[in-house]
């Protein structure tokens, strides 16, 4: 490899650990991979979650891989999830148990989201999308607050990466075991 196909490559991959997937970015992958990324990034933060409802938290994470696993849509069930953890979320104070818990309720909105638009109605994949963007955002802001949004970054690239390369429709369900660890290089110092 050349000198300037390095510094390009360099410049690439620090670019990518400044800014995050956008919408735009995930609105390329299939519905059903949007949740799964999504219920992914929620998910590698979870640990952050302390205090009372880590049930809900948990269980509306479940919601969106159960059903991007399955690509069955439910949007009852993901919806009210999406509205429990919401409810907590409000009530915590700006740290990263807070970001978490909205983390996971955007999450289980994505799948929300995803299930409307399998069921027809328009746009909501690109809700759905928009909502994953947000998972995005929560998780790296919960992860700041431990010094690891660096590290989370680069997972969550990665992640991007593989649902990316992958040609599934919208009607593919996503393996569970798509992404493989969580974390490739080990967890970040301090982390729960």
């Known amino acids: ?24 970015d995930l609105s390329r992958l299939s519905r059903w991979a949007i949740v799964a990324f999504a219920a992914r990034c929620a998910c590698r933060v979870r640990p952050l979650y302390q205090g009372a409802n880590s049930e809900l938290i948990e269980q509306a994470i479940g919601i969106a891989q159960e059903l991007s696993a399955k ?3 439910s949007p009852v069930r993901a919806n009210n999830y999406a509205a429990q953890v919401g409810a907590v979320a409000k009530q915590l104070k700006e740290g990263p148990s807070a970001h978490v818990a909205w ?6 909105a994505a799948a929300e989201r995803a299930s409307r638009a399998a069921n027809g109605v328009p746009r909501a994949d690109l809700n759905a999308a928009e909502q994953s963007a947000s998972v995005v955002h929560y998780a790296r802001r919960a992860a700041g607050f431990y010094g690891a949004d660096t590290l989370v970054n680069a997972a969550i690239w990665r992640d ?33």
């Open 1 to 24: 490899m050349n000198s300037s196909v390095k510094r390009l490559t360099g410049s690439i991959l620090r670019m990518k650990n400044l800014f995050l997937p956008s919408q735009d």
């Open 71 to 73: 690509a069955v849509p």
């Open 103 to 108: 983390a996971a309720c955007a999450a289980a």
């Open 160 to 192: 991007f990466d593989i649902l990316d390369a992958q040609r599934w429709t919208n009607d593919t369900p996503v393996p569970r075991g798509v992404f493989g660890v969580m974390w490739r290089d080990g967890k970040p110092t301090g982390w729960p």
